[in-house]
C-alpha cells in the first residue's frame, strides 16, 4: 500500500509524529535530494538513493544492495516511471525515519 506511511504517521508518538511533519524536515529532504540528485535531472535513480539508505537506516555501507534500493524506488516510485520525484523521495524518508524508530523501539 503505497500510502501506508501516511496512514502510519497519525499513529506515531508525538515527539515523532512533529518531526516528520515539520518544516524542518521537509526542508531537510529538499536539501538531501538536492545533494543527491548529483546530474540535475529533478528525480533521483535507484543507485543515487544509497547514500540515503545507508545514513537514514543507520546500515554498514556493504549492508545496503542495489537491489534493495531498486525495490524502495517501485515501493515509492507514485508515477511508475522507474525514478524517485520530490515528493516520492519525502515518503521513502519518511519511511526509512519510521522503520529506524521501529527498530530501536
Known sequence: DKQAVHKVIPLLPDDIYAHLTSDD??????DEFVALDKD???VLRPWELYPVVV?????HPH????EQCQHFT???DFHGDGVLRPEEFLDFARFLCIMGYLNSA
Open 25 to 30: 524536515f521537509l526542508l531537510s529532504c529538499h
Open 40 to 42: 540535475g535531472t529533478g
Open 55 to 59: 545514513k537514514l537506516s543507520s546500515s
Open 63 to 66: 549492508a545496503v544492495t542495489d
Open 74 to 76: 517501485r515501493i515509492f
